[in-house]
């Protein structure tokens, strides 16, 4: 029975015992390895100790809400981000002007159909750029496809019905944004297609790997089309889409109808965020940390991407509470339009090579804010290479993935030889569940796995800054 008390008292001292664990993530380090550990440590310390994100996304969710670009509160974001960015005292903070697209949704979208004499009611609603529909709503037969392909093969055939894209995601595949990537097409590009044959409008499975009644709205685009080919486009849940699926082959016949009263109003004015520390060392070097600051319309934007914009202040933040004074400068920007035009990425890039800044690096959250699960690089492979080189350092905390990839879409317009970008990668399993639907609010955010992330990106923006440039490939 001794024995016994002994080993449980003794598994009780290492397992709490913190000098143990921080003794356990330095083993088989060098010496100057073991200073970045230990400022690393101390960076996750901070963040998930007082950290100040989740109450920074509960303020701009609770109090603003869905940012949609041109809205009122896309422009109360943007005073609200300025004003954060300020009391948080980075060195100076500014706002960037952009022409963003405006586009509003109307009175809440409605659709159904009829059969067996039941009067089915269909969660739907309009994708970003469409047009309403007729006053009096769409009605009319469906052609249901599962592809783009399969529809232009229809072609004159689809003239007066409602073509229905049922194609749902790949459930094999682990990383649901692949998964998201192999159906979007089909959201984005379905009017295209199907306005030059007269269809009369498009439904399209919503975008996620679950089956629920919450429609995921989303961009889309006419392409090249004139007007008088555009044609009412939207989607319907995951689960009407199973349901329609189910009753058209018993009743392919149906009358399906739906209204909407979306409209693009013309451009609006409005800002990117944009603060910074100034380098200690060679401040010309800029290396940026960012997310979008607009959201859909449907709810507040807390994954995508209040999270993100937060992460990418907190790590200001952190470096600030630490004392860690970067040698190249430390820039933060939140981005606007990125989920209807990507204008403020374009518009950032533009006024960067206007200004002959010289971007070396750059992380950008806009993946949600679950657990880190690691980093996608797009650099040159040797900066590729030293990245990977920080697994040891990196992956006691999780963040095991770190590979080649893409980084995202608001920094991606930097994108060049010598210049480093990073996309930060949380877990993907539950973000299509919330991405672009009425259910993306504060309350599916973890406070600590968005702390986290936080540290996560802190952590790598302060390596990225202490070995990155010296190992950069520079043109002669």
């Not at 709490?16 to 664990?21: A, D, F, I, L, R």
């Not at 330095?26 to 100790?49: C, F, R």
């Amino acid at each position: 029975m001794k024995k016994i008390t002994f080993i449980l008292a003794a598994s009780i001292f290492f397992a709490c015992n913190p000098k143990e664990e921080s003794t356990k993530t330095t083993l088989g380090l060098s010496s100057q390895e073991k200073v970045d550990s230990t400022n690393i440590k101390q960076l996750y310390n901070s963040a998930l100790t007082d950290g100040q994100s989740y109450e920074w996304l509960r303020d701009l969710t609770s109090n603003i809400g869905g940012r949609l670009s041109g809205s009122p509160e896309a422009q109360q974001a943007v005073e609200w981000g300025e004003a954060l960015m300020k009391e948080v005292g980075l060195d100076s903070v500014w706002l960037q002007p952009v022409m963003v697209p405006h586009w509003v949704r109307g009175e809440k979208e409605v659709a159904n159909y009829t059969i067996n004499g039941q009067k089915k009611n269909v969660p739907i609603a309009a994708l970003g750029f469409s047009v309403a529909t007729p006053k009096n709503g769409v009605t009319a037969e469906v052609i249901e496809v599962k592809s783009l392909e399969e529809a232009e093969k229809l072609g004159d055939q689809m003239k007066g019905k409602i073509v229905f894209f049922n194609r749902p995601f790949d459930n094999s595949l682990i990383n649901t944004f692949q998964a998201y990537g192999g159906c979007v097409d089909q959201r984005v590009g379905g009017a295209a297609v199907c306005g030059k044959y007269g269809a009369k409008g498009v439904i399209v499975r919503s975008m996620t790997n679950g089956v629920d009644d919450y429609p995921h709205t989303g961009t889309m685009s006419y392409g090249d089309l004139p007007e008088e080919q555009y044609i009412p486009t939207a989607a319907i849940s995951s689960r009407a889409a199973n349901i329609l699926s189910e009753d058209l082959k018993n009743n392919p016949t149906l009358q399906f109808y739906f209204k909407q009263s979306c409209e693009t109003l013309p451009d609006a004015p409005s800002f990117n965020v944009v603060g910074e520390i100034r380098g200690s060392e060679t401040p010309e070097n800029i290396m940026v940390v960012g997310g979008h600051l607009d959201s859909w319309d449907l709810a507040d934007g807390a994954h995508d991407d209040g999270t993100g914009i937060v992460q990418s202040l907190e790590v200001a933040y952190l470096f600030k509470k630490n004392n860690i004074k970067p040698k190249n400068t430390l820039r933060v920007v939140f981005f606007m339009n990125e989920e209807n035009g990507t204008r403020g990425a374009k518009k950032y890039a533009e006024l960067a090579k206007l200004n002959s800044e010289n971007h070396i690096g750059g992380i950008e959250s806009d993946a949600g804010g679950h657990t880190p699960r690691g980093f996608s690089i797009d650099a040159n492979s040797s900066n590729t290479a030293l990245l990977q080189s920080w697994k040891k350092l990196l992956s006691p905390y999780g963040l095991h993935d770190i590979d080649k990839g893409g980084s995202g879409a608001d920094i991606s317009p930097l994108k060049g030889e010598t210049v480093t970008l990073v996309g930060y990668r949380p877990d993907s399993q539950r973000y299509f569940d919330y991405h672009h639907t009425t259910i993306d609010t504060f309350d599916k955010v973890n406070k600590r796995e968005l702390e986290l992330g936080s540290a996560s990106m802190a952590s790598l923006l302060y390596l990225m800054d202490k070995y990155l440039y010296s190992n950069t490939i520079v043109k002669p």
